[in-house]
């Protein structure tokens, strides 16, 4: 099993910048993807960045320039930093775990950002 803890949500302005962190916790694998997804009201969780215990990143095309995910792999964390917010990125983001040895995935409890004046 493996826990996950977010923080750093919160409510800020529209150009303003967040920072999210996540801690796993339990049985990990040294060989995984972490990453961040967020799912905004009335739509479908997605995808935001992820990145591998190498150090390989992907992001989605619309948080591209704006947002740097990063990890500490001795920590078992993983970071989200969020600049140049606008109110479209307002949503519930949770941290993500998928495991290589086993192909299991784990979700945090997710934290709040809200982007408005």
């Known amino acids: 099993q493996v826990q996950l803890v977010e923080s750093g949500g919160g409510l800020v302005q529209p150009g303003g910048s967040l920072r999210l962190s996540c801690v796993a916790s339990?049985?990990?694998?040294?060989?995984?993807?972490m990453g961040w997804y967020r799912q905004a009201p009335g739509k479908e969780r997605e995808l935001v960045a992820t990145?591998?215990?190498?150090?390989?990143?992907k992001y989605t095309d619309s948080v591209k320039g704006r947002f740097t995910i990063s990890r500490d792999n001795r920590k078992n964390t993983v970071d989200l930093q969020m600049n140049s917010l606008k109110p479209e990125d307002t949503a519930v983001y949770y941290c993500?775990?998928?495991?290589?040895?086993?192909?299991?995935?784990?979700w945090g409890k997710g934290t709040l950002v809200t982007v408005s004046s």
């Open positions: 990145i591998t215990s190498g150090g390989s990143t």
């Open positions: 339990g049985s990990i694998f040294s060989l995984n993807v």
């Open positions: 993500n775990i998928l495991q290589y040895g086993d192909g299991r995935a784990y």
